[in-house]
């Protein structure tokens, strides 16, 4: 088996030809990053979900100034958000000690900081006029409608899935290929519905799953941080592998000293799940804010994302102050096994470690 043998297709449709994807992470991306990885021969990623239509294409702009090679950029679909200002005010009210303590108050008033894809026709007309490479979907699936208009734009759509109804439903709805999100993953769960039971499928489980029920490729997600899981993701039948906090520490990425540090260093060793600092699953590293979720007296949090403008004004607070352990530190559960290289390095060093993994595993037999 080479590092090509089994996604062939994948790897022609996507424009790449290395089986390497570098995962879209909202606030974590930028065009350098994504620029630096497709310029490597892998798939660079936008995570676009955080902004509106006009920074969005901005981005993507300056994306293609940096490289004329395919890129991906992400969506979140989520349900737009229910407002509830009795959970909301309870919400403030017991996170108003934490902002006490770093001189700050809470927010009077909470609100839903950016709009899912599903309900942004800005963001859908400018992705068909700017027509990506490829887009990706997370949270859920946009409209039949816009699915069908970004296929006939030539646009290739990856959707991510966390188990089979959500793999079934994306393959329905037309998508060229299925990121399989482990739960060892960082971020965000991409769970279609976050008041639905999540079986946490941990990533080989989920590949092997995946391939052995769909035609479309799959690519494995959560986890793989080297080129030995890359290589374990390509004999488990996926066409390529999706690493997002692999690439976290990279020197083209958008994050803060503190999260930085936090990452190469002893809290690495240790991630969480939480729901508190956006109002959605997300395995982050343990720090403040998790451990602050997790208190028995900790109220529900309002629904995502409202409840990150809580999230987002605390960590500003603490950060002022010094403090930047209520940040959103989203890290998958290998994340000690971070390296600070440059984007193109990594990828260089992922394809040599991928290609050593295979031979060994050749040699075995």
């Not at 790449?16 to 995962?23: T, Y």
Request: hydrophobic letters at 50%; charged letters at 20%.
């Amino acid at each position: 088996m080479s590092i090509q043998a089994n996604g062939g297709a994948l790897l022609r449709a996507l424009g790449i030809h290395k089986p390497i994807i570098q995962a879209p992470m909202a606030g974590v991306s930028t065009p350098a990053l994504a620029a630096a990885v497709s310029n490597a021969g892998a798939l660079g990623s936008l995570g676009l979900g955080a902004m509106n239509a006009q920074t969005a294409r901005k981005t993507i702009r300056e994306t293609r100034e940096l490289t004329g090679k395919p890129f991906n950029v992400n969506l979140f679909c989520h349900r737009p958000a229910t407002p509830d200002a009795a959970v909301e005010r309870a919400w403030l009210d017991w996170l108003e000690p934490a902002f006490r303590q770093y001189g700050a108050t809470p927010p009077q008033k909470l609100a839903e900081i950016y709009t899912s894809f599903v309900a942004d026709d800005a963001m859908q007309a400018m992705l068909l006029e700017e027509r990506p490479a490829v887009v990706s979907f997370h949270f859920g699936l946009p409209p039949d409608a816009v699915i069908g208009a970004l296929k006939r734009a030539g646009v290739v759509l990856l959707a991510c899935a966390t188990n089979l109804d959500e793999a079934q439903a994306a393959v329905e709805a037309g998508v060229d290929a299925l990121v399989a999100q482990g739960a060892e993953a960082g971020g965000h769960r991409g769970t279609f519905d976050a008041t639905a039971r999540d079986d946490r499928l941990g990533t080989f489980a989920l590949t092997r799953l995946l391939v052995e029920n769909f035609e479309v490729p799959v690519i494995a997600a959560g986890g793989v941080m080297d080129g030995a899981g890359i290589a374990a993701a390509l004999a488990l039948g996926a066409q390529a592998a999706q690493l997002g906090t692999a690439f976290v520490a990279c020197p083209e990425t958008a994050i803060d000293d503190g999260y930085r540090r936090a990452l190469l260093g002893d809290a690495a060793r240790s991630t969480a799940f939480t729901a508190a600092i956006s109002g959605r699953v997300a395995r982050s590293l343990a720090n403040r804010f998790t451990a602050l979720g997790e208190r028995a007296d900790a109220p529900r949090p309002p629904a995502y994302p409202i409840a990150y403008d809580a999230g987002k004004a605390l960590n500003a607070a603490a950060k002022a102050r010094g403090e930047f352990g209520y940040g959103a530190q989203w890290a998958g559960q290998a994340a000690a096994l971070a390296r600070a290289l440059p984007a193109a390095e990594l990828v260089a060093q992922l394809e040599r470690e991928a290609r050593a993994s295979i031979a060994a595993l050749q040699s075995a037999w």
